[in-house]
C-alpha cells in the first residue's frame, strides 16, 4: 500500500497498492515505460528496483518522482508485498534543466564567438592578401615612371621621344592614383573587394601597358621583346 506521503506525491487517493502509482492514466508514454519496465525487471529477477519518472497531477502539473525499493517474496518465490523508498524529486529535476539549458547557452555563445573569431581572422587574412597585392601594384608603374623620366632627360631626346615619356608618366601616375583610391578605402580593404570600373577598351591598349611596364627590366637586360 502507497504510503500518505506518496498518495499525495501521485496524487492518488491514500490507501491504494503500490501498482495503482503505475497506471498510464498518470504517465506519459516514455515516462511509463521508465517506471514499468525497471519494475518488472526487478521483480523478475527478484531484485532491488529503481526508477525516476514523471507523474501528472489531476491539476495538470508535474512532479519528478524516483522509486527505489524491493519486492517481498514467499518461500516458493511468490511476491507477497513490496517495499520501498517514493520521493519528490521536482525540484533537483528543475536544477538540472536549468543547468542543461545555461549549459547549451554556453555552448552556443561559445560556438558564436568562435565563428566571430573565424570571421575577423578570415577578414584579416582578405585584408593582408589585399594589400600585399595592392603593394604589389604599387610598385608596377614605379619603373616605367623612372625609365620614361630618364629618357625625357637625355641630351639627345627627340621631341617624339619626350612626347613618349610625358604620356608614360600620365598613364602610369593615373594608374597609381587609382590603386591609391583603393589603398584609402578602408572598408573595401576590409571586405578584401575591389570596384570594378566597366568600360570598353582596346586590346592593343593592354598589351602597350603591359610592355611599358615591363621595359625597364627588358631595356636592362638588353632583351628583344617583339609584339604581334
Do not use: C
Amino acid at each position: 500500500m502507497l504510503s500518505d506521503r506518496a498518495a499525495d506525491m501521485f496524487d492518488l487517493p491514500r490507501g491504494k497498492p503500490v501498482r495503482r502509482a503505475l497506471v498510464p492514466s498518470l504517465l506519459g508514454a516514455s515516462d511509463e515505460t521508465q517506471a514499468r519496465v525497471p519494475l518488472e525487471e526487478a521483480l523478475a529477477r527478484q531484485s532491488d528496483y529503481e526508477a525516476e519518472y514523471r507523474v501528472r497531477r489531476h491539476d495538470g502539473s508535474t512532479r519528478w518522482i524516483a522509486v527505489r525499493g524491493r519486492g517481498l517474496y514467499a518461500d516458493d518465490g511468490s511476491l507477497v508485498g513490496m517495499i520501498g523508498v517514493v520521493q519528490d524529486i521536482t525540484a533537483r529535476k528543475r536544477s538540472e534543466e536549468r543547468l542543461r539549458e545555461l549549459y547549451e547557452a554556453a555552448q552556443r555563445e561559445i560556438r558564436q564567438r568562435e565563428q566571430a573569431e573565424a570571421a575577423l581572422r578570415e577578414m584579416d587574412r582578405r585584408k593582408d592578401e589585399f594589400l600585399a597585392t595592392l603593394a604589389h601594384e604599387l610598385r608596377n608603374p614605379l619603373a616605367p615612371i623612372r625609365h620614361a623620366a630618364l629618357i625625357s632627360k637625355l641630351p639627345t631626346a627627340t621631341e617624339a621621344q619626350k612626347r613618349w615619356s610625358h604620356d608614360v608618366i600620365n598613364r602610369q601616375v593615373q594608374h597609381m592614383s587609382l590603386l591609391l583610391d583603393d589603398l584609402l578605402d578602408i572598408s573595401r580593404i576590409t571586405r578584401g573587394t575591389l570596384e570594378l570600373r566597366m568600360e570598353l577598351t582596346d586590346l592593343v591598349s593592354i598589351i602597350d601597358t603591359a610592355v611599358e611596364t615591363a621595359r625597364p627590366s627588358i631595356d636592362a637586360k638588353r632583351h628583344k621583346l617583339s609584339v604581334e
